[in-house]
């Protein structure tokens, strides 16, 4: 019988995005084994289009440990992996009995909950976020840290559901030698943000060079940008503003009909990077929010950020981040402009 193995991460998109490879390594280390990811309601369409995943635990916020217990134990799993440490998850899988339960030495109750502990101290490591994760597999005989290229290859993402019409139609639009470039501004608070007056720049300069530009985010940011006239004053440059259009499964696919998008490390990004599009991240050079740590990762996957030595200005005043401000519009402009010649030959 084919073993299954739960992979416990209830936290951000980017984060879900940048455990797939541990999903991924698990399928070719086992092959035929059920991989189950255990995770935040909003992340359910992030599992739901990963090959390397079988099937989805939501963990709720007030998840009960005996309730919590009992659903693990219904999947009889082998092992479990916690990438995200979560007590009330750590507890269930001790309480469901699962045999192997790999957690890291640096969490109290993983003492107490876990029976395999794997040293992994992330703050000052030099590895990317999707290496870090794959050295949870150690108890179960991967002892490698492979490089990222590799890494990378195992981040993957197919869109569930078809684009809408419309959807359809304003990417249809699309002129030879255009792009549909997505713009995603902010960020919810999960990265350092390049502003909004940098957004405006780059969507006045993409359009004058006769691409198409979309505007992304939540009904929340959506409602933020026109609050701060930024929507009404771009909009000339604007093929389309679709903050708040989106179910999850539907940005995915429409992500994966565009052809690049721009953002700071958000889970958009990583989602552009798993899905194989151009997917430009800015970023500042401090740690551990560097790219290398955070950066997208995919065959199209880039980054710009300012070479600066340090960043102590953004430690101490993190909302006037001068780092990832220093990154000019023109610099991002000649990035995506690089993109057609690639396309073209696709």
Not at 1 to 8: A, G, Q, R
Not at 22 to 29: A, I
Not at 123 to 142: D, K, T, W
Not at 222 to 248: H, I, R, V
Request: aromatic residues 6%; glycine residues 6%.
């Amino acid at each position: 019988m084919s073993p299954t193995f739960l992979v416990s991460r209830p936290d951000a998109i980017g984060d879900v995005v940048l455990t797939l490879p541990v999903c991924g390594m698990l399928k070719q280390l086992h092959p035929g084994c059920r991989v189950v990811l255990i995770g935040r309601s909003y992340t359910a369409a992030v599992a739901a289009a990963c090959p390397w995943v079988d099937d989805f635990i939501e963990l709720t916020a007030n998840a009960v440990v005996a309730d919590l217990a009992a659903q693990l134990r219904s999947y009889a799993a082998t092992a479990i992996l916690h990438v995200f440490p979560n007590k009330v998850v750590a507890s269930a899988a001790k309480q469901a009995g699962i045999p192997v339960r790999i957690g890291t030495r640096n969490r109290l109750f993983h003492w107490l909950t876990c029976n395999r502990l794997v040293a992994l101290s992330r703050r000052h490591s030099p590895l990317h976020e999707a290496q870090l994760n794959l050295q949870l597999l150690q108890p179960l005989g991967y002892a490698e840290v492979p490089p990222l290229s590799a890494v990378a290859e195992l981040v993957r993402l197919v869109p569930t559901v078809p684009l809408s019409p419309r959807a359809r139609q304003l990417l249809a639009a699309r002129q030879p030698g255009q792009l549909n470039v997505v713009l995603h501004p902010r960020s919810r608070g999960s990265a350092r943000e390049w502003g909004l007056a940098h957004f405006g720049q780059l969507a006045r300069l993409l359009h004058a060079a006769s691409h198409r530009v979309f505007v992304t985010g939540t009904a929340e940011e959506g409602a933020e940008l026109a609050a701060a006239g930024w929507l009404q004053e771009y909009k000339p440059y604007l093929a389309a503003d679709l903050t708040g259009q989106f179910a999850l499964p539907e940005f995915i696919a429409f992500i994966a009909a565009a052809d690049g998008l721009v953002a700071g490390s958000t889970g958009p990004l990583h989602l552009a990077a798993a899905l194989g599009r151009h997917a430009l991240g800015l970023y500042p050079p401090i740690r551990p929010m560097h790219p290398g740590r955070w950066g997208p990762l995919g065959p199209r996957a880039e980054y710009l950020v300012f070479d600066r030595p340090s960043c102590q200005d953004c430690r101490t005043q993190p909302a006037q981040c001068t780092c990832i401000k220093a990154i000019a519009a023109d610099a991002v402009v000649a990035r995506v402009a690089g993109w057609l010649p690639l396309l073209t030959l696709q």
